[in-house]
């Protein structure tokens, strides 16, 4: 079934302790998982009510560009498997 993607999706507080935040880019499929918490934790310190952003709605708060290909078109999902934080 296509996604529809006006639909806002479930918001980040309902997910927390469930998932996590996967952002894929949807030119070059780039993804990445990163810790939900601190999603909405860095949304809050822009001024942007966190938990109440639809998981589908987060991409449209990405600010960073693609690390391999530099588009700024991005899907966001919840990632139900266990957050391992990227190598720094």
Partial sequence: ???NEN???VPLGQLLGEANLLLICLHCQWR???DLQKVIS????RGVNGPL???CD???HVRQTCP???SQKWETRPDYGPYVPPAT
Wanted: hydrophobic share 30%; aromatic share 4%; glycine share 14%.
């Fill in 1 to 3: 079934m296509p996604r």
């Fill in 7 to 9: 639909l806002p999706g």
């Fill in 32 to 34: 990445e998982t990163y």
């Fill in 42 to 45: 860095q949304l809050q310190a």
């Fill in 53 to 55: 952003i639809g998981i």
């Fill in 58 to 60: 987060a991409r449209h």
């Fill in 68 to 70: 391999r290909c530099g």
